[in-house]
């Protein structure tokens, strides 16, 4: 689910095995889910501006830890906004929503007991 040669980068970021990983991985999740009900509340609202900036937000994020679909996903409503095509929207936020449930349990496997592999 989570790039290995992404999460490899970030290993060896800490190459004496703190829990560099481990606090990257924990502040990812939290911005995932406040990214996550910003982009609900946004499509909501009509609000493509606020949708796009809470995608651009994720979009790097997710990329560095390896949740590369969700990012393409990201980038694919940063897209649709900029071509002024909101009715592409839903359908894409409905599979980001679906995708970040996968991420989610990936990180949340990784993070199981407190120890990064």
């Known amino acids: 689910m989570l790039d290995a040669a992404c999460l490899d980068q970030?290993?060896?970021?800490?190459?004496?095995?703190?829990s560099f990983l481990q606090r990257v991985l924990q502040t990812y999740q939290r911005s995932l889910s406040s990214q996550e009900t910003a982009i609900?509340?946004?499509?909501a609202a009509g609000d493509s501006?606020?949708?796009s900036h809470?995608?651009?937000a994720l979009k790097s994020a997710s990329a560095s830890v390896?949740?590369?679909?969700?990012?393409?996903?990201c980038a694919q409503m940063e897209?649709?906004?900029?071509?002024?095509?909101?009715?592409l929207l839903p359908?894409?936020?409905?599979?980001?929503?679906?995708?970040?449930l996968r991420v989610h349990a990936a990180v949340a496997q990784l993070l199981g007991g407190g120890v990064v592999p």
């Not at 390896?66 to 996903?73: D, K, M, N, T, V």
């Not at 897209?79 to 009715?87: F, H, T």
């Not at 359908?91 to 970040?100: D, I, R, T, Y």
Request: hydrophobic share 50%; net charge negative.
């Open 10 to 18: 970030l290993r060896a970021l800490d190459p004496v095995g703190g």
């Open 40 to 43: 609900a509340q946004a499509l």
């Open 49 to 51: 501006g606020a949708l």
């Open 54 to 56: 809470a995608a651009h």
């Open 66 to 73: 390896g949740a590369l679909q969700l990012s393409r996903l």
């Open 79 to 87: 897209q649709a906004v900029r071509d002024g095509q909101p009715e």
């Open 91 to 100: 359908a894409l936020v409905a599979q980001f929503q679906e995708e970040a």
